[in-house]
């Protein structure tokens, strides 16, 4: 069965920071893709990045970056210099087939960040 | 502006009621789909749609129940049946495919009084 772990349920840092939020995937499928979704206090899910199994290139987007290892079936998540607007709760996500020709996301649990000034 | 509107924002059931919580989208999207998020749980998917008149039951359906008459609406029932239905209700829209991020509202939170 698919899953998605995220083994930090809460991590606290004071600004600026680096910070990095884990997520480990299990999927026997060999064409799949992974989410990155930030949820702050107003509740509404924002989504920051995907990327598919075949791309393993790390990716930099300001202060956000991601690296992919199938190796380890990890998608991390680091903020740099991180900042009080980054605290919310950020989930990673693996799509999978649903149905006959649908798909969804397979959500992990969330891991909560606070940065403090 | 294109999104996904859910209504209303809190909502409050009484034991033994049903509600209806309503999500429309205008994004043009043929997948439509429930979750559930409870502190400490992730979300976990009640109900998916990938097409008008269609829908299947996710991991947690139980007690719950929806209908897709229109493209962009997706209204979620929660029933009497659902024993613990406190919670906040994520409703998302997405295009097809495995590849495709799905586009989420801002959230019902359900408090059984």
């Known amino acids: 069965a698919q899953k998605v772990t995220q083994a930090q349920t809460e991590i606290s840092v004071v600004e600026k920071e680096d910070v990095t939020l884990d997520c480990v995937y299990e999927?026997?499928?060999?064409?799949?893709?992974l989410f990155w979704y930030k949820q702050p206090p107003s509740g509404e899910l924002v989504f920051l990045i995907r990327?598919?199994?075949?791309?393993?290139q790390n990716e930099i987007s300001g202060r956000y970056s991601w690296n992919f290892q199938k190796s380890t079936s990890s998608f991390n998540f680091t903020i740099t210099a991180s900042q009080v607007v980054d605290s919310a709760v950020y989930f990673c996500?693996?799509?999978?087939?649903?149905?006959?020709?649908?798909?969804?996301?397979?959500f992990g649990k969330g891991t909560t960040l606070s940065v403090s000034s | 502006d294109g999104g996904i509107t859910q209504s209303p924002k809190y909502l409050f059931r009484k034991e033994g009621q049903n509600v209806t919580l309503s999500c429309e989208q205008n994004?043009?999207?043929?997948?439509m789909y429930w979750y559930r998020q409870d502190p400490g749980q992730g979300l976990r998917l009640i109900y998916y749609?990938?097409?008008?008149?269609?829908?299947q039951k996710g991991d947690i359906a139980e007690g719950y129940s929806v209908s897709r008459e229109k493209k962009e609406s997706f209204p979620l029932t929660v029933t009497s049946a659902q024993k613990n239905p406190t919670a906040f209700y994520l409703c998302?829209?997405?295009?097809?495919?495995?590849?495709?991020?799905?586009?989420f509202g801002q959230g019902t939170r359900l408090t059984v009084v």
């Open positions: 749609s990938q097409i008008v008149n269609d829908f």
């Open positions: 990327r598919n199994s075949f791309d393993e």
């Open positions: 994004l043009n999207h043929d997948a």
């Open positions: 998302a829209s997405s295009m097809y495919g495995l590849n495709t991020e799905a586009f």
């Open positions: 999927t026997r499928d060999t064409t799949y893709y």
């Open positions: 996500a693996l799509s999978e087939a649903v149905g006959q020709a649908g798909t969804a996301l397979i």
